[in-house]
């Protein structure tokens, strides 16, 4: 098991030191930013949305060592994917890639403040294309009740 701990550990730290699909993504369709004060993690996503597919994305900010690796994670997770597959990411997709699943409750915003911010950014551009009002509520939902 402490094998284990030693490589997430040391992902956490690679990715905190250099984060993937870092910085600013000039041509998006959606930005969103949001922020953990307890922490200090502040990040924005960016996302460029053709035929309903998250063709490119990218975060920006800063963050601690958790936040930045969870970013990293997550848009790695979201490139390429549907809108429809975006709504369904969850936190255990992210927290269990880096053995985060134990993670103590101050923590645990760090980790998933990427997570809220992507979801936010998704309804916020849903919110202009979907006629269906309901169903973005639910997003919004969704986003609120993350932690
Ligand atoms: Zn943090």
Redesign the pocket.
């Known amino acids: 098991m402490s094998g284990n701990a030693d490589i997430y550990h040391e992902m956490i730290v690679d990715y905190s030191r250099n984060p993937t699909n870092y910085g600013k993504l000039e041509d998006h369709d959606v930005i969103f930013h949001d922020s953990?004060p307890l922490?200090g993690?502040s990040i924005d996503i960016a996302m460029k949305i053709d035929d309903n597919k998250v063709t490119d994305i990218k975060f920006d900010g800063k963050?601690?060592a958790?936040?930045m690796a969870c970013s990293s994670v997550l848009t790695e997770i979201t490139k390429g994917k549907s809108l429809d597959d975006v709504r369904k990411i969850e936190k255990n997709d992210i927290l269990g890639e880096l053995g985060l699943e134990h993670l103590q409750a101050v923590r645990i915003k760090?980790a998933l403040l990427s997570l809220k911010v992507l979801k936010s950014a998704l309804y916020t551009y849903l919110a202009d294309h979907l006629d269906d009002a309901q169903d973005v509520d639910r997003l919004k939902e969704d986003a609120a009740n993350l932690y």
Do not use: H, L, P, R
Request: hydrophobic share 10%; glycine share 12%.
């Open positions: 953990n922490c993690d963050g601690c958790i936040c760090c």
